[in-house]
């Protein structure tokens, strides 16, 4: 807590009404039980239990106080001044019931377990149960969700114990036992953290809990899970029992809270619907990206919808790999596979399914890798799922890497710096070591980073070999290139040096994923959200020659739809890669990059000339000149793309007929074109799409439930359970 948030407590203390009976006889109370207390250790013990009720609000103060007080040998005189002073407060702002007994938690001497704190005898306790310390009976826990510590509607005041109140305590040693069983934590290891001296805590339930659990090493701490006491006896009430929060988290941060609400998502309205005369070319860029995926599936794990500008369709649909026929060369790296099959979630409608597959690598032809990891080391990464996680991922791709491989480590916090010169694989201990001594703290310098690890890998650059920078943040940058533009058009420069830079997103609370996507497309990499060691396991490892091996660069796809036949069109997804018609033919135009083994998934809905369902009606006013055209041919697809190292781009074309392609298609085509549509329609479902109309989460799980297919990671399986996650979070 700084001292303006200080002030602002002291300030609403200032504003309660204060009753005089009540403040006379609280000083007096303060003063007698210092000036009465002969023994050191009484008056010592009542100064701690004081301490230990506002812990929360200034415990780095009075602990420093007491130290002082120690080594000055004057904690009599000020401690019973202090002590006066701080019970007065204490009364004045948490008073509450004086009848009422609060069942707590806090750090406790295990000899006093069960003791009553000395009470006013004029006052007798009565025992109740306060439903406010139940975490249902409030709308969020601040020690979890709010970083400020605000506890205004949601938790309940203190109540004094010192005044005639009866209190139960559970002691630190009885919480371990608990968390024992909950995560897999020894009791010995928490007993080792906690304190010698007897202390006492008036906290909320659901606060001393949290303050308990914290003191755990991150790795220990059971995620997702909130502790309450049972409701009727003293024994009953030393018991934790593990509950589900109202906003379930995966893991705890080391300060104990998880923000919401501050991940940075670019806003682009939903692709509108196009009329074939008006507009009859549609352009945009391939993208590879699964960002967007990961993070939708880390909010519904946690039961909340994502936020709609979280949704990239087309990531969500390329998250999974499909069936599409093989090229047959790495110089012609892909050949579509195109179809046109019934909409499920409209009338009269139809889907154009473009999928591609790159050309796979074999593992003799691979060229050599030399990677420089650049690793964002800042305070806003230290939680469990932050640099934790990326020091577990990186080193599950150290794996998966040659021996004659090269890696080097950048890390930038307040400032830039290199910790480790490129290395070889085979001395993967070396590079093990050299990121399990990073730490995370101070501002957040990435451009500086960014900067420091281009110049790392242009003074080791191989032309034999694929150079990559890998940044691995939550994209928070504060200090030294910040602007986007800027990172854009410096990484822009760098890349036509051979130097392509790839981006793994981490945690959320302040996750920019707007930023980190446009330094993964001006890098030509790819963008991945890395919230579990599944998920890394998925990109860094399954997915290994995609992520680093390029097949083809700068991939353009233009449909041209024929008037004749097509009314009106949409495309589903690809709001961030739209291109303007004349950049297609443009060689110094970017756009994406496939790598060996990638699948890419677009999908046109189109509304076939004939059909009742159409949404653009004709012009009053029109020409009414008649629409000239092919009838058999829905439209003509053309796709540009560039070798790696080549400068000049190559042109595939591909007609789509009218034809009843739908009776044609493959058992296993038509299971993977089905899986495809339901991702594109739960998608759509997400982001409220108002172009679904009726269809609802139920349709999508059982188009998706009926095509999973073989599925041997299962990562279609989870697919069906995360619209299961949404249903049930969307009623909520």
Known sequence: MNDDQLLSVFAKADEIHVDENKKTQAINTAIAEFSSAAEQKKTLNLFQGIVARLRPIFSQQVNDGRKDMKRENRKFVFGGVAGAAVSTFAWLVFVGNPDQVVTV????????????????????????????????????????????GSSENNSPPHEEADMGTQVELATEVEVAAELETAVDVSVDKVASSAPKQAESSALPSSMATTMAKSRLPAADRAPGANFRHAPTSREASAQVVPIPLPKPIDTLPANGYSEEGRDQFESLAENDVKLATEHPVSTFSVDVDTASYSFVRSALSRG????????????????????????????????PTV???????????????????????????RRKVNIIFLLDVSGSMKAADKLPLVKQSLSMLLNVLKPSDRVGIVVYAGA???????????????????????????????????????????????????????????????????????????????????????????????????????????????????????????????????????IAKDV???????????????????????????????DKVDAGDIGAGHTVTAIYEITPRGSSQRLVDDRRYDSKAPV?????????????YKLPEADKSQLITHTVGVENQQNKLSTALQREINFASAVAGFAQLLKTSKYVGDWSYDKAIELAQSNKGAD?????????????????????
């Open 105 to 148: 938690e806090g750090d406790v001497n295990p000899a006093a377990q069960g003791q009553e704190i000395a009470a006013t005898p004029k006052q007798s306790p009565v025992k109740f149960e306060d439903d406010t310390l139940r975490p249902e009976n409030s709308d969020s826990i601040s020690t979890l969700s709010d970083p400020s």
């Open 304 to 335: 909340v919808l994502p936020q709609k500008n979280a949704v990239r369709i087309e990531e969500m649909v390329n998250y999974f790999d499909y069936d599409y026929p093989l090229p047959g060369s790495r110089f012609q790296p892909f050949k």
């Open 339 to 365: 179809a046109v099959v019934d909409s499920p979630w409209a009338k009269e409608k139809k889907l154009i399914h473009i999928g591609i597959k790159g050309y796979d690598l074999a593992e003799n032809t």
């Open 416 to 550: 830039a710096g290199a910790v480790l010169e490129p290395t070889p694989v085979s001395e993967k201990q070396k590079i093990i070591d050299a990121m399990n001594r990073l730490q995370a703290g101070g501002s957040t310098a990435g451009g500086e980073g960014i900067k420091l690890a281009y110049q790392l890998a242009e003074a080791n650059f191989d032309k034999a070999a694929v150079n990559r920078i890998i940044l691995a943040t939550d994209g928070d940058f504060n200090v030294g290139i910040r602007n986007r533009e800027e990172l854009k058009g410096f990484i822009e420069r760098k890349r036509e040096k051979g130097i392509f830079l790839s981006v793994l997103g981490f945690g959320r609370g302040n996750y920019n994923d707007h930023l980190m996507q446009s330094l993964a497309q001006n890098g030509n990499g790819m963008a991945a959200y890395i919230d579990t060691l599944g998920e890394a396991q998925k990109v860094l490892v399954n997915e290994a020659t995609s992520t680093l091996f390029p």
């Open 556 to 586: 353009k796809l233009q449909f041209e739809f024929n008037p004749a036949t097509v009314v009106e069109y949409r495309l589903i997804g690809y709001e961030t890669r739209r291109l303007q018609r004349e950049d297609f033919n443009n």
């Open 628 to 640: 000239v055209g092919r009838d058999d041919e829905y439209g003509f697809l053309k796709i540009r």
């Open 712 to 732: 041997e990671f299962g990562y279609r399986t989870e697919f069906v359970q995360l619209i299961r996650k949404a249903k049930v979070a969307e009623a909520m």
